[in-house]
Nanobody
Framework: QVKLVESGGGLVQAGGSLRLSCAAS????????MGWYRQAPGKQRELVAT???????NYADSVKGRFTISRDNAKNTVYLQMNNLKSEDTGVYYC????????WGQGTQVTVST
């Protein structure tokens, strides 16, 4: 059974930071492209960042220079460090694993107040 469990969301003031974590089980984690997506109220889910099995990151233009994605294959965990948060970063953040299958976590809420 595949499980992706996000944590680390919460309420933060604009300009603040949060670190999201996603712990994976039931998959060969080191072989998967791991990603973070988000969905704001009334909007479609969008890509935030992905990281390849080898650690190469890819970011949405809106978060470049502010967010950092990383992974620890020994811990089966992917992280998203979010700095200089803006109100437009508010949404539910979802962890994703892609390779043999496409798996999603349940999401964690991030709310940035102004």
């Amino acid at each position: 059974q595949v499980k992706l469990v996000e944590s680390g969301g919460g309420l933060v003031q604009a300009g603040g930071s949060l670190r999201l974590s996603c712990a994976a089980s039931g998959i060969a984690f080191s072989l998967y492209v791991m990603g973070w997506y988000r969905q704001a109220p009334g909007k479609q889910r969008e890509l935030v960042a992905t990281v390849t099995p080898g650690g190469r990151p890819n970011y949405a233009d809106s978060v470049k220079g502010r967010f950092t994605i990383s992974r620890d294959n020994a811990k089966n965990t992917v992280y998203l460090q979010m700095n200089n948060l803006k109100s437009e970063d508010t949404g539910v953040y979802y962890c994703n694993a892609q390779w043999q299958g496409d798996y999603w976590g349940q999401g964690t809420q991030v709310t940035v107040s102004t």
